[in-house]
């Protein structure tokens, strides 16, 4: 007997396809959506009528698979996989079952505004066909445009899955003590998880996440956006003492990093936290600059991430690779860390020095302060080995190419030492660290 799916993904195709050359618009029984909505919708169809296929011949087989399909990623809330489940009934034509399971979602999560848009849609559908999601006669209002680009943020994310095994660029190595890992993309309004498991990271969850009103590249206070880069997380605020704007908790980052510093962005007070008791989740472009997360997404983020440890990669776009060894450049530049090591080692005043950028600079001191300061260190040292322990390192690359170093430094085989952050850049074809300091 053939599997029940396979006729409902032929026939789903056949509609695209059918629909596409004749009529630009679908219909299924007296639901009608707009077409790239309704495109959206029949393509999560297929996605599971795919998926189903492949589990059912799996467990003919005895076979047990491993995947990054959403479904299968641990997410403390399932309010978004039930929003995709009736997307996926909506697209099989099963608008009844759709109904039913809206009813169940808004009355589980009832600030889910987005849900209520879908069951309001769902419930007119019975005495009418609608053009789009959000389908009130004569009314256009912002609050439904942010929630039909929620919904497609949120439909994008499923279609548009990071590859198996794959991990975002800017991570090129990091150490045990960096326990998760953090990378947010402005442009699907998503940030992922990661577990960072004997230097081996694997992506654990993946949420819908709001950004500026006036989108990303924060330069100056009071802008509205959101900044690009490599931030750690500096601290975890009480929710008892933050306004009810900022649910459930706040995740402060370092903005302004050293590079942020550098190129005179201002600003402060960026944090990754909650929604209003009355939202579920706000728009894709809705915080003065903040990345803010639904409430039980945010609370499973407190309960995973450690303070000071763990990286947060924003980027307007992530790159996904594949971890298959050090590239010649990451090669070059690890020569060029352990060169540094080696001159601070063996007291070589003057090579070491030949490291920094002239336009170096740490908290309140410069070059030629920096230089008295490492002075004093070579000569404690006395010339005994220096090793890194605890190496991590993050790059990120706009207009400059940077390296953000974090390690242990420790002075004749000790067991112990300070931890320090360096950043590098590109100067020529020479690495230059511009930014030291104990962390």
């Known amino acids: 007997m053939k599997d029940p799916h396979w006729g409902l993904f032929v026939f789903l195709s056949f509609l695209i396809t059918n629909q596409l050359l004749l009529t630009r618009s679908f219909h299924l029984g007296r639901l009608l959506y707009r077409f790239d909505d309704l495109l959206s919708i029949l393509l999560i169809g297929s996605l599971l009528c795919f998926s189903s296929i492949s589990v059912a011949k799996d467990r003919q087989q005895g076979i047990t698979k491993t995947t990054t399909s959403p479904s299968l990623l641990r997410q403390d809330s399932q309010a978004e996989a039930q929003l995709i489940y009736i997307y996926s009934l909506i697209g099989a034509g099963k ?178 936290h909650g929604t209003p008791s009355n939202q579920f989740s706000r728009a894709p472009k809705a915080s003065d600059g903040c990345v803010v997360l639904a409430n039980p997404d945010l609370n499973y983020l407190l309960k995973e991430v450690s303070i000071r440890t763990t990286p947060v990669v924003i980027s307007e776009k992530l790159e996904w690779v594949q971890k298959t060894g050090q590239k010649p450049e990451e090669l070059q530049f690890f020569e060029t860390l352990q060169n540094w090591r080696l001159a601070k080692s063996s007291a070589n005043f003057d090579k070491l020095m030949g490291f920094y950028s002239k336009d170096f600079s740490s908290y309140d001191k410069n070059l030629v302060q920096w230089a008295s300061v490492l002075g004093e260190e070579v000569a404690k040292n006395k010339g005994n080995p220096i090793s890194l322990s605890e190496l991590s390192m993050i790059r990120w690359v706009d207009k400059a190419d940077t390296m953000v170093v974090t390690f242990d430094e420790l002075a004749n085989n000790a067991k112990s030492g300070k931890t320090k952050r360096q950043y590098w850049t590109r100067e020529g074809k020479s690495w230059k660290i511009f930014f030291e300091g104990v962390i």
Do not use: C
């Not at 589980?108 to 419930?123: E, I, R, S």
């Not at 590859?163 to 309004?189: E, G, M, W, Y």
């Not at 590249?217 to 880069?229: F, H, I, M, N, V």
């Not at 009810?244 to 402060?252: E, K, M, N, R």
């Open 95 to 272: 608008t009844r079952q759709a109904l039913a399971a809206s009813e169940k979602l808004v009355k589980t999560f009832p600030n889910f505004q987005l849900a209520h848009v879908v069951h309001g849609d769902l419930l007119s559908s019975l005495i009418r066909p609608l053009q789009k999601l959000g389908d009130v006669p004569h009314t256009a209002t912002p609050e439904l445009n942010d929630l039909r680009e929620e919904s497609l943020q949120r439909i994008k994310a499923l279609k548009e899955r990071p590859p198996a095994d794959s991990i975002p660029s800017q991570f090129l190595t990091l150490s045990k003590r960096n326990k998760h890992a953090i990378a947010v993309d402005t442009s699907r309004s998503r940030l992922y998880l990661f577990k960072n498991d004997n230097s081996q990271m694997r992506l654990i969850a993946d949420f819908y996440i709001s950004v500026g009103k006036l989108g990303v590249e924060k330069s100056l206070e009071g802008d509205q956006r959101t900044p690009l880069g490599v931030y750690f997380i500096t601290s975890s605020l009480n929710p008892k003492s933050l306004k009810d704007l900022y649910g459930t908790g706040a995740l402060p980052i370092n903005y302004p990093n050293p590079l942020d510093t550098r190129r005179g962005k201002t600003g402060s007070g960026i944090w990754l």
